[in-house]
């Protein structure tokens, strides 16, 4: 019999490039969207209208899933979300479900995000539910969100000075996750995902310089400067979160190399050179 799984959170940047390396296994693929037009180009896959804070939906689209990978947006109540919807994959008897964690969460930690993902993870556990945690480190792709302001002034700042973080590729994110959904490794095991060496922001600096051919500065900002730069782009309570998450990679918390990748996906772990080449377009002038 094939393996049914179902992705959340199919639209994002996890999600698609998951999608894709699903589409390469022996496996059915199953995606609850709030806008299915969104999917009309990924064939082969059952697509679920709905949204995960819909009771309804979620008992839809789980209905007869073997696996399923569990994330959500950022979201004030993304911890309550995330756990109703671990309570129906148990309720529906999903084998395995995969759960997209934070690096370094843990119950006590003064960042927000971290403790909400804790919060999440602990409940999986305690429901006796077939899991696998993925804690994946800062998002390399995140950096494009610095990429309007280095194409238009050249430079990007963030308060970290120059710690290091082992920032990790989507990519790898979404092939880890595809080994584990349709079986690699034992359940109730929690992998830490990482890049395979920490960076310093000056590093990813110099990357972008090569991988454009523009010079790319990197400013150091204190808490405050980084949190006005937000104010209006981001909401109140995310911007605190983030300024909370620069905090915890500046004290070096977040410097750890893990092997995980490479372990479940059998190749290594991009590098952030990879990620400025095949972004280089984002981060450069125009014209």
């Known amino acids: 019999m094939t393996t049914t799984v179902l992705v959340t959170g199919a639209t994002g940047g996890i999600g698609g490039h998951l999608l894709t390396a699903l589409a390469g296994r022996d496996v059915t693929v199953r995606a609850l969207v709030r806008d299915p037009d969104r999917l ?5 896959v059952e697509v679920v209208r709905g949204d995960l804070r819909d009771p309804d939906a979620v008992a839809a689209a789980l209905d007869g899933v073997d696996a399923a990978f569990l994330n959500s947006p950022s ?3 993304a911890a309550t979300t995330q756990i109703a919807v671990a309570d129906a994959a148990a309720t529906a008897g999903v084998s395995r479900l995969v759960l997209l964690s934070q690096f370094a969460a843990r119950a006590d930690s003064p960042v927000r995000f971290l403790r909400w993902h804790a919060t999440v993870e602990q409940h999986v556990h305690d429901l006796g539910i077939g899991h696998v945690v993925l804690r994946p480190n800062l998002f390399l792709q995140g950096l494009l969100a610095f990429a309007p302001l280095v194409a238009a002034t050249g430079r990007f700042g963030a308060p970290i000075g120059d710690a290091a973080v082992s920032a990790v590729d989507v990519r790898d994110i979404a092939d880890a996750a595809t080994a584990v959904l349709t079986g690699a490794g034992p359940d109730g095991a929690v992998h830490d995902l990482t890049g395979p060496r920490a960076v310093t ?26 949190a006005a730069a937000l104010d209006g782009v981001l909401p109140p309570w995310q911007a605190a979160g983030l300024v909370e998450d620069y905090a915890h990679y500046g004290r070096g918390e977040a410097a750890r190399v893990d092997d995980a990748v490479a372990v479940l996906t059998g190749h290594p772990a991009r590098t952030l050179e990879e990620f400025a080449r095949d972004h280089a377009a984002a981060f ?4």
């Open 40 to 44: 009309a180009g990924a064939g082969g």
């Open 284 to 287: 450069a002038p125009a014209g």
């Open 201 to 226: 922001h000056a590093g990813i600096a110099a990357a972008l310089t090569r991988a454009t051919g523009h010079p790319v500065t990197f400013d150091d900002l204190t808490p405050e400067a980084f």
């Open 75 to 77: 979201a004030p109540d």
